[in-house]
């Protein structure tokens, strides 16, 4: 959800994606630490990267698409 919110507002900005960019910051630091392994050396139990970064690219791809479509309905 993150990356398709995240693009599709970009492209195509309307109120009911409205993401701060606090959110998207906060949540593409953690992906990052969790990607580094200092979460499971912390003991805090272990996460699923490769989904989770699966995941984002795959809204991000969904939020392309869906907000090129949305923009090219605006324009025309």
């Not at 109120?15 to 630490?33: A, C, E, H, S, T």
Request: proline fraction near 3%.
């Amino acid at each position: 959800m993150l990356g398709h919110i995240w693009l599709y507002q970009w492209l195509a900005p309307n109120r009911y994606f409205n993401l701060p960019k606090g959110v998207l910051v906060m949540m593409l630091i953690w992906l990052v630490v969790c990607l580094t392994g200092v979460v499971g050396t912390l003991g805090l139990g272990q996460i699923a990267n490769a989904a989770h970064v699966g995941g984002l690219l795959i809204g991000c791809l969904t939020g392309l698409l869906g907000g090129a479509l949305a923009r090219r309905k605006l324009s025309a």
